[in-house]
């Protein structure tokens, strides 16, 4: 207990040396907590953008096969190599809209009827019927439109055709197959008979069982592309992880920055300490002339690097959290990130850092104090 009194008496009496080396410390910890959160913050906003599309495979004609569309014998076949998962062919283009006398543009997903309700769900309204002619709007597009009149219950208008808005979708987030929330879903029939098109862009495959999903894979290319091939088939689970990879990998990245800054406050605490040293050679000597022990000796010179770490860590663990705070608010623009618990890890792995690196930063110095002569050290100027 008395090598940790003389510790801190030391830090309390070169103040100003002590308070600069731990806003190092400061610095460091805040930098690598921060950019830690931001980076977490951003694979937190993607995952929230990306739809659950980890079952999802989207079957598409190979280049150049069938003027890009798929028959509907080709769906068929699809939807016997894929047995009771869920088949659901869509096609899709954009086009002029009007509403009254307001004109703009929109993305037009083409969907039979009875296939609605697998895939997409209704916020209010209802689903539109083959035999209507109704139509459904995302979110967004509906959120975006009301000044416009689009809302539910409205008459769009495109081409030489009305339609009535008969419901609204509920928010989907970005997805690898559609993306309704700025969108008009309109029965196929309906398009089928407007644009006098046969044929299907893609076909979203539901798989009802995740584990099940390379073989369902397998057999579609097995039975659609025999001869030649015919289609490809996108893997949504393995396009997540990539995307999930690519985002940690800029999470490492940023907190590899501020890592820098933190070495970097090591090594002022490493100078700060190796001073300490200097300027105490006669009080060691005392020390070891009385019979104190080198390992003694180290240990009030680690004691000293470790007040600076707990200092610099506390407060910057606090200042952290204010500065994710901001960061995640202004620059994700969803400052709930930060109370995530993978978010708060990085606060809590800055801090610990901070401590281990100022001990580390210690034990040079604290080696060097320790094997000091007694004698050489009391004659010391």
Not at 287 to 306: D, P, Q, W
């Amino acid at each position: 207990m008395t090598f940790f009194d003389l510790a801190r008496r030391n830090v309390s009496r070169h103040w100003l040396r002590s308070v600069l080396a731990v806003i190092g410390i400061v610095i460091g910890v805040i930098a690598i907590a921060t950019l830690g959160i931001m980076g977490n913050s951003i694979g937190l906003m993607f995952g929230d953008m990306v739809t659950d599309v980890g079952d999802t495979l989207v079957v598409s004609p190979a280049t150049g096969v069938g003027g890009g569309k798929l028959t509907e014998r080709q769906v068929d076949d699809i939807t016997r190599a894929v047995g009771s998962n869920l088949v659901i062919p869509f096609a899709s283009t954009a086009d002029k809209i009007s509403v009254g006398e307001k004109e703009g543009g929109a993305m037009l997903y083409a969907i039979p009827a009875g296939d609605m309700p697998s895939l997409l769900e209704v916020e209010s309204g209802a689903y539109p019927r083959d035999t209507g002619a109704g139509c459904l709007i995302g979110s967004q597009l509906a959120a975006n439109g009301r000044e416009n009149g689009l809302k539910l219950g409205a008459r769009v208008r495109i081409g030489d055709e009305t339609l009535r808005v008969v419901g609204v979708l509920e928010e989907r987030g970005m997805g690898f197959d559609i993306n309704p929330d700025y969108a008009i879903v309109v029965p196929y029939s309906w398009y089928s008979s407007h644009y006098d098109e046969d044929g299907y862009d893609q076909v979203i495959v539901k798989v009802r069982d995740v584990n099940d999903l390379d073989a369902v894979k397998e057999s579609i290319e097995q039975r659609m592309n025999r001869r030649e091939d015919v289609v490809t088939v996108m893997d949504t689970r393995g396009i997540l992880e990539s995307v999930f990879a690519a985002t940690d990998s800029i999470t490492v990245f940023l907190m590899g920055i501020g890592a820098v800054s933190l070495i970097v406050a090591g090594v002022s605490i490493l100078n700060v300490m190796l001073m300490s040293v200097t300027e105490r050679i006669k009080e060691i000597g005392v020390l070891r002339s009385i019979g104190t022990r080198r390992s003694e000796v180290m240990r009030m010179f680690i004691y000293e690097a470790l007040f600076l770490g707990l200092a610099g860590a506390v407060i910057g663990g606090a200042l952290s959290f204010c500065a994710g705070y901001v960061v995640t608010a202004v620059f994700v623009g969803n400052a709930d990130y930060l109370f995530d618990p993978t978010s708060l890890l990085y606060i809590v792995f800055g801090m610990a850092f901070g401590v281990i690196t100022s001990v580390a930063s210690g034990l040079y110095p604290a080696w060097k104090a320790a094997q000091l002569n007694p004698i050489q050290a009391l004659r010391h100027e």
